[in-house]
T-cell receptor, first 112, second 111 residues
Framework: SQQGEEDPQALSIQEGENATMNCSYK?????LQWYRQNSGRGLVHLIL?????REKHSGRLRVTLDTSKKSSSLLITASRAADTASYFC????????????FGTGTRLQVTL | GAGVSQSPSNKVTEKGKDVELRCDPI?????LYWYRQRLGQGLEFLIY????????KSGLPSDRFSAERTGESVSTLTIQRTQQEDSAVYLC?????????FGPGTRLTVL
């Protein structure tokens, strides 16, 4: 079953604009991860935020986590056409080598 | 190896046939996962291996699905008597901790 729900399901922006995607989940987590998927195939890990962290940055990516609301957001600043992809949040309940539970994804389209 | 590899990249089969999908994880990664992704949807967890044991098989949708792993290396996912609803991309991932590294997937089409 899906743990997370991403919002919006689809997002279309112009190059240079910022893109914000949200993720909500249901159960307690050890960490939350964001992945990017191009062309419906392999996933690329973007960033991991632990349950005791509130915000994390990596290049043009900014992730926030609110465990009281069981939600996370991914902000991509100064978007580029190459950012066009589907973005998934995934929750890790135990923090060990356990399964990730994925959300339904946000499809981002960045146009020139 | 450099990353997780999967074979075949594409598989077209007829309904009722058995298929075998292969995953080669990153060397040294003790944990291995199989996920299924139907068109336009998120990833569904199928099974998790720690070494060659499978502590979590909760995602396998039916007894037609089985998986094996040899030591801490190759894993095969077998689907017997395939059905059209089995059509999906099957993704394998491996890890040695929190971050999972995914393979490119096998796109299975059941006619």
């Amino acid at each position: 079953s899906q743990q997370g729900e991403e919002d919006p399901q689809a997002l279309s922006i112009q190059e240079g604009e910022n893109a914000t995607m949200n993720c909500s989940y249901k159960t307690s987590i050890n960490n939350l991860q964001w992945y990017r998927q191009n062309s419906g195939r392999g996933l690329v890990h973007l960033i991991l935020i632990r349950s005791n962290e509130r915000e994390k940055h990596s290049g043009r990516l900014r992730v926030t986590l609110d465990t009281s609301k069981k939600s996370s957001s991914l902000l991509i600043t100064a978007s580029r056409a190459a950012d066009t992809a589907s973005y998934f949040c995934a929750t890790d309940a135990s923090g060990t080598a356990s399964k990730l539970t994925f959300g339904t994804g946000t499809r981002l389209q960045v146009t020139l | 190896g450099a990353g997780v590899s999967q074979s075949p990249s594409n598989k077209v089969t007829e309904k009722g046939k058995d298929v075998e999908l292969r995953c080669d994880p990153i060397s040294g990664h003790t944990a291995l996962y199989w996920y299924r992704q139907r068109l336009g949807q998120g990833l569904e967890f199928l099974i998790y291996f720690q070494g060659n044991s499978a502590p979590d098989k909760s995602g396998l949708p039916s007894d037609r699905f089985s998986a094996e792993r040899t030591g801490e290396s190759v894993s095969t996912l077998t689907i017997q008597r395939t059905q059209q609803e089995d059509s999906a991309v099957y993704l394998c991932a491996s890890s040695s901790g929190g971050v999972k590294f995914f393979g490119p997937g096998t796109r299975l089409t059941v006619l």
